[in-house]
């Protein structure tokens, strides 16, 4: 079956994508090439999305523009909990912990929402607070997922507050184990009965999204049950890569429904 052609708002979302995703400016011919569009056509549409301020040129080449930019955080992150809300709620079910969602900031972590279990009402839920990198496993679990050159601020916030980098115990070597392994680990550095384990969720190689933390007291994480811990927060944040990937919805759309059954009656018009 022939694929339908393109609507002009998808040529222009297709390039405001590609835009928003490219690693170095690209060029006219770079994005015409990259989103399956003749260059002329690919022109035309960026000038509308210039004038729009959804795209901003430099030069020979593209940006995004102040549209993009003027997005707040508060939204982004509105939607980032509505959709990771689900995943939360079900990794708290499957393992009795605390399980809280953090986004990068521009030295640390924020938490921006958290499931919690009864049982460990005792443990703050530090919602809406900012955590150093040297002292949480969410943030330790970003930083390692971080490309190098972008985690100087993190590691000056820690170097300031005292925290060791280079020594055997410092924070270098933390996060090449948390970036050897993929989780991040802390047991009691900031809360002495308190353990968590973190992962990050990366749609996009050297910048992660967000982190999940499962979060819990020392026993929760022994050596009996942390592989199977790491194993529910591994299915967890790969889901969630899904779906801020679109994967899921596009697997739902390319999979037409099955038509109703002769003896079911269908509903009418609304």
């Not at 970003?142 to 060791?164: D, F, I, K, M, T």
């Not at 968590?196 to 749609?203: C, K």
Request: net charge negative.
């Amino acid at each position: 079956m022939p694929e339908a052609p393109r609507s002009a708002v998808d040529k222009a979302l297709d390039l405001v994508e590609a835009v928003a995703r490219a690693s170095q400016p690209p060029r006219l011919t770079d994005l015409a090439e990259e989103v399956g569009l003749h260059r002329a056509t690919a022109y035309r549409v960026l000038v509308d999305l210039v004038r729009r301020g959804w795209v901003l040129r430099a030069g020979d080449r593209y940006l995004p523009g102040t549209a993009v930019l003027q997005l707040s955080s508060s939204a982004a992150r509105n939607s980032l909990g509505a959709l990771a809300g689900p995943v939360l709620a079900a990794l708290s079910e499957r393992t009795g912990l605390m399980v809280n969602l953090q986004v990068p900031e521009v030295d640390r972590s924020r938490v921006i929402d958290v499931v919690r279990p009864d049982r460990l009402a005792m443990i703050s839920s530090l919602n809406g607070q900012a955590l150093p990198v040297h002292r949480f496993a969410g943030p330790l679990a970003l930083v390692a997922a971080l490309a190098p050159a972008e985690r100087g601020p993190y590691l000056r916030a820690a170097e300031e507050s005292g925290h060791p980098l280079d020594a055997p115990e410092g924070l270098l070597a933390d996060i090449e184990e948390a970036e050897r392994t993929g989780f991040a680990v802390e047991y009691g550095r900031n809360e002495q009965p308190v353990a968590s384990l973190a992962r990050a969720v990366v749609t996009r190689p050297g910048a992660p999204v967000c982190a999940l933390t499962l979060v819990g007291l020392g026993p929760d994480f022994d050596e009996a049950r942390l592989p199977g811990l790491r194993e529910h927060l591994r299915e967890a944040t790969d889901e969630l890569t899904r779906i801020l990937s679109g994967t899921e919805a596009s697997e739902r759309a390319s999979t037409p429904p099955e038509p109703p059954s002769p003896s079911t009656p269908t509903e009418g018009p609304a």
